[in-house]
């Protein structure tokens, strides 16, 4: 059974950073194409950044460009999002997932498997 294991939220001033890690276990996690997501109060769940199968193709929202990175370590079976220069309106849970297949997908329905969240707060 394939699971998603967020880790490394919490609260941040404005202008903070924080490193979220997502841990996959029960799959090949090298096969898949991997992506974060997230999901403020009363919004709709959004694309934040996605990587492919081996992290040389990346694609970011514009709301984040310049300001995350998203990597992974198929070695560790884990996955990355260095966030900086927090604004309140990243406040949101970060969700990662598992795409399909071994590409960075771009829409949350080509995502197959899911976190369960981690709360991300930035204070003003």
């Known amino acids: 059974q394939v699971q998603l294991v967020e880790s490394g939220g919490g609260l941040v001033q404005a202008g903070g950073s924080l490193r979220l890690s997502c841990a996959a276990s029960?799959?090949?996690?090298?096969?898949?194409?991997m992506g974060w997501f997230r999901q403020a109060p009363g919004k709709e769940r959004e694309l934040v950044a996605a990587?492919?199968?081996?992290?040389?193709?990346?694609h970011y929202a514009d709301f984040v460009k310049g300001r995350v990175t998203i990597s992974r370590d198929n070695a560790k079976n884990t996955m990355y999002l260095q966030m900086s220069s927090l604004k309140p309106e990243d406040t949101a849970v970060y969700y990662c997932?598992?795409?399909?297949?071994?590409?960075?997908?771009?829409?949350?329905?080509?995502?197959?498997?899911w976190g369960q969240g981690t709360q991300v707060t930035v204070s003003s």
């Open positions: 997932a598992a795409a399909k297949d071994a590409y960075g997908r771009l829409e949350s329905d080509e995502y197959v498997y």
């Open positions: 029960g799959c090949i996690f090298r096969l898949y194409g």
């Open positions: 990587i492919n199968w081996s992290g040389d193709s990346t």
